[in-house]
């Protein structure tokens, strides 16, 4: 989908639209800084908007298959260094660009982040620095999505980890400090891993011939790392280090710990960046590093992947279950979902290389499943998050069992849950539901004992609707110590307003699957040049 | 044809398509000017109700549904636009939710039995006629649903003409169904849903209890919607068929009747044409005997609804077996007229018997009596609508209903169902004059009754019975207007529907001559018979001796066992309310003993289960994947803090260390070199 006047408008950007997507909240970033709290807030709404737009205008007006390498658009590179004298030697640099699958996941980032700008208004102290934080870290995010060389990769996916940090453990709640040095423990060591694995694959890119002579330029461009036709052994090794680093964003058992400590800990809008697009990250990494840049590798280890994520899933329905703290069940909600992601990618590395067209559609369509149960779910958690974190202050407390009768004392807040609480067990005319269909009508096509997780759908429906029973459809406790009060529309329309692409995602899959279909096209067919 | 895609995948096309054919075109037109006329009058009759803004919203989503449904050229969206109506019917009836009061006893009926139908209050009676219509139509949806998805999987397409349609000639589906066997139970299916909305025989059941709406409610699902949408399916039905056929056929199909399983024309349906038709004239008939003893006003009225009902199918279904011969046209067209002028007529007595039931507040027509001097124009313009669904000419009724007698006539002459038709239609043309003089007689002739009961008094302040406003009356008018001069109208309708190129002088002096000449005659002069035999008994007992009160039937012998047998509707609905009792018994028998203890135990243990299982789940993901972490960072914590206690960070102390460190270097060193 290409719209020429979105093209044309791109055109007269005075840079590269990449490039100021990502300038502009760092500008932001230093005028919230220097603004103090008078005026962060508004500043902040007005570059979110903005940002918006722009992601909004890129995904019109860009080809899901762009004519650079790699079927890129607007690729752009900046040299950090040379390592040697010669113009032959290899680089440091930061190539930038976008397919059909970025542009999608840049589109989510900037929606969330601009939901979670609208749903900070309880974020009264310290704002000049908050909002500081939150619009580096919206650099950050936007350029682990647009990065194609591995070092830029990795210097934005630790640049999204430190404001984070910050954000969970000075504007949380009780705990929240050591929440926070765990979420920077357990992602860093993660990176670590991962780093680790970039080294390797930087040095295996010389590929030495039997002697031991480099043949190549080592490079971390992951066009040119895709296209060299690496070992597939070596791949796994690699994949290996992915798994660790995105596996802790993701997460998978038993790296998820530090999950629900950040998510309960943090701030309302951190918990809604945490879930709505941290976790997308990893998603994006075993897509990006893993399917599209070392496909053999996933493809040999998608066995143990997709048992990872089935058990994840079943597990983390089982703990959501028996959660007192509203945040912490939506918490666990989240790796539940985000298990289906890695599911989905197991089923199309498993299927990808087979000669048979029908599990070639099958993995086609988990894959489809996989970005879009990311947008999705990154949609109706957030959703999940915000109410959640409005109970604290409609009710006095986010304990499940202390609740009661929500929908007495406060039907819109009830509404806005019993909505988010439906899509987020997948009832069929919202998003989650396209999502679980697609990826288990794929996943079952390649490994038939997939259906397993079946038993997770199972649970999740079980516990959402057992929580709305307790919390909204109880009688009120006349005695209560908390009295329920409504919340204030100006807490509502953060909700209200991504409630829109849940239902319209609901009913209109077609209007992401579409900007991603072309890219996974060509990655079936072995890549495009 | 404008239309817009609603699915579009490999082997599933359903659009959004206008369908503007004759058909359609009158359907739609006759609807959406009876729901404008009866909106209108709704604008007064519901001026001091409450909730006229769900009352309203349903009224116009029906007319919308209706219009869907004749409008579409897709069988799928018409069947949305079926259940739409469906929807507000149930919506609309039951609209009296909320009323406290007790149900108004009927003097002149008979206790109930039956556990299920005992209320409480009038709200829960309406409420139950709401859902027993929804029910009953519903049986029939179900049917049609699995018809229309049986036809499907043949025809592949939903639409009803256009290319790759059912009436394509490229589409084969006739033959290739006719061959597998599945025509009839095709077609069957499909009209049992218009048995189920045209409440023909067996599913006659709800119409006379969908009285407890409003009466505009009323009038629209008689005249304008609902009860029209089934008539609509089975002659669109007919006309795709024909067309089917003869496309398939261009020349004569007489010949290659006689060559089976070599081809297939419509002779493959006769037997559905003629089940439909026996169906129409059952229903005719029966309902046509239960409206003459029903004491309710608007029961009186829905039971006349339904036995026109039946002589439009029966009309559809002799068109359907006089199409093979070749001509279907005629007999569709009188159906068609009969919707028509039974929209006009049926709306004009509706909505005049709710002016009626307004001013005197009780529904039952032994309560009522001697109103035609209170009521001055709404009793001309009720007799105005009496005379046409008697048949009198000159009025709208008559030519219609006259020519579907004619047709099934002629059916008669050389096949012997017609003949059977014929009796039966003729047998509902003398009821329906019966009670329709009986019904006048009850509400406006004899003596006004005296106000003996006390519940009266509270109503005293109501003066004495008058003609509604002028947004009640306006409709009514016009609708009076229309019947009275309808048989102008009608050619210009035939003109339309079967492309007649013959002026309008031309039709009219050959719809007359038809009449009064011989082999036309003779039907017609069988009717006037039956007419006369229905007309005058009514007249003298209800009209002449109005006064004196009636006990014609005695308490006993076999007149009263008939009366009572009409009473009680020809037990057909008691039966079905005492097989569904019956089975709400066995199924609560079954919820006790079964469901209850067994398989609710499992779920209630599973869930037990399930929590228990979740508890241990995240005893473990809180202790052990956690605990292991949290473990490692504490016992680092706790090892930096014991190797902390060295750090005294007095001089002495490291000074010592280091010398004992020196020293032991020192042995150490000399035992390599072996000094020691």
Known sequence: ?529 | MPHWEWINIPGLYVPFEMLLDPLSIIMAILSSTLCFLIYVYSTEYMAHEGDRDRFFFLMLAFGGGMLTLVLSNNLLIAFIGWEIMGFCSYGLIGFWNDKRNKPEVDPMGYEQSNPLLQFETEGEQNTHSGTKAFIVTRIGDAFMLGGILLLFTFTSSFLFVGPGSMTDPANTWWTDMARWGLLLPALFLIFAGAIGKSGQAPLQVWLPEAMAGPTSVSALIHAATMVKAGVYMSARFLITIVATTSSAHPVTEHEIAFTPLASFGIESAITFFIVVAVVGAITAFMTGTMGMVSNELKQVLAFSTLSQLGYMILAIGTGGILALDGHSDPALLSGILHVVSHGAFKALLFLAAGGVIHSVHTKYMSKMGGLKVYMKWTYRVMLIGVLALAGIPPMSGFWSKDSIIEYTYELALHNPVGVFLFILAVGAAACTIFYSIRLMGMVFHGPRPEHHDDEQHDDEHHSDPHDPGPAMMVPLYILAGFTVIAFAVFPLIQQIAINDTHTWLEIMTEMIMVKITMPGLIPFGITILALLAGGVPAYVIYIKNAATPNTRIPETGILRKLYSFLQHRWYINESYYWFVNKFLRFADLWRRKVDEPIIDGIDFKSADAAIGISTKVRWFDDNIVDGFAEGVSTTAVEASEISMGSQTGRINDYVGVVIFGFGLLVILALLSWGLI
Not at chain 1, 448 to 455: Q, Y
């Open chain 1, 1 to 529: 989908m290409q719209l020429d006047f979105a093209t044309n408008l791109l055109n007269l950007l005075p840079m590269n639209v990449l490039v100021l997507m990502l300038l502009v909240p760092l500008v932001g970033a230093l005028f919230a800084y220097l603004l103090g709290s008078k005026g962060a807030r508004a500043i902040t709404l007005i570059i979110t908007t903005l940002e918006l737009g722009l992601a909004g205008l890129l995904i019109i007006g860009t080809p899901s298959l762009g004519s650079d390498p790699g079927g890129m658009s607007h690729t752009v590179s900046y040299m950090l260094a040379r390592l040697g004298t010669d113009s032959t030697a290899p680089v440091f640099e930061i190539i930038l660009g976008v397919d059909g699958i970025s542009m999608v996941m840049i589109l989510l980032s900037n929606l969330v982040v601009w939901i979670a700008a609208i749903g900070s208004n309880h974020i009264k102290e310290s704002q000049g620095l908050y909002y500081t934080f939150f619009l580096v870290l919206q650099t950050g995010l936007l350029g682990v999505f647009m990065s194609l060389d591995l070092i830029g990769f990795f210097i934005f996916w630790e640049l999204v980890l430190i404001p984070m940090f910050f954000i969970i453990g000075r504007w949380g709640e009780e705990g929240c400090r050591h929440a926070s040095i765990k979420f920077f423990i357990y992602t860093h060591l993660g990176s670590a891993v991962m780093l680790v694995g970039f080294f390797y694959l930087y040095f295996m890119s010389s590929m030495f011939d039997i002697n031991g002579v480099a043949t190549q330029v080592p490079t971390f461009s992951m066009i040119a790392l895709r296209d060299l036709g690496l070992d597939p052994w070596i791949q796994i090794g690699f994949a290996l280090a992915i798994f660790m680093g995105a596996g802790v964003k993701l997460p998978v058992f038993p790296l998820h710990n530090w999950l629900p400590w950040a998510h309960v800990k943090a701030p309302t809008p951190g918990s809604v960046i945490l879930a709505g697009i941290l976790l997308k990250m990893g998603g994006y990494a075993f897509i990006r590093l893993g399917l599209w840049m070392v496909p053999d590798a996933i493809a040999r280890l998608a066995i143990p992947f997709a048992i990872v994520a089935i058990f994840t899933c079943i597990y983390a329905a089982f703990t959501a279950m028996a959660q007192t703290d509203m945040k912490s069940l939506v918490a666990y909600t989240s790796i539940n979902h985000m298990s289906w992601v890695l599911l989905g990618v197991a089923a199309y590395a498993a299927g990808a290389g087979s000669s048979d067209p029908t599990i070639q559609a099958a993995a086609n369509l988990a894959i489809q499943g996989s970005i879009f149960m990311m947008f999705s779910h990154g949609t109706i958690i957030s959703v999940m998050f915000i109410v959640a974190g409005q109970l604290k202050y409609n009710a006095g407390t986010r304990e499940i069992p202390k609740i009661k009768g929500l929908m007495e004392k406060a039907p819109k807040l009830s509404a806005v849950l019993i909505i988010a609480s439906l899509a987020a067990f997948g009832l069929p005319g919202f998003s989650g539901f396209i999502a679980e269909a697609l990826i288990i009508f794929g996943a079952i096509v390649v490994y038939n004992w997939s259906a397993l997780i079946g038993f997770g759908i199972f649970v999740t429906v079980g516990y959402m609707l057992w929580m709305l029973n307790r919390i909204v459809f109880s009688d009120p406790d006349a005695e209560s110590e908390n009295p329920i009060t409504e919340a204030s529309w100006s807490d509502l329309v953060a909700p209200i307003l991504m409630l829109i692409p849940v239902i319209l995602l609901g009913v209109w899959p077609d209007l992401v699957l579409d900007f991603v279909k072309p890219v996974i096209d060509a990655m079936l067919a072995g890549g495009s040049p």
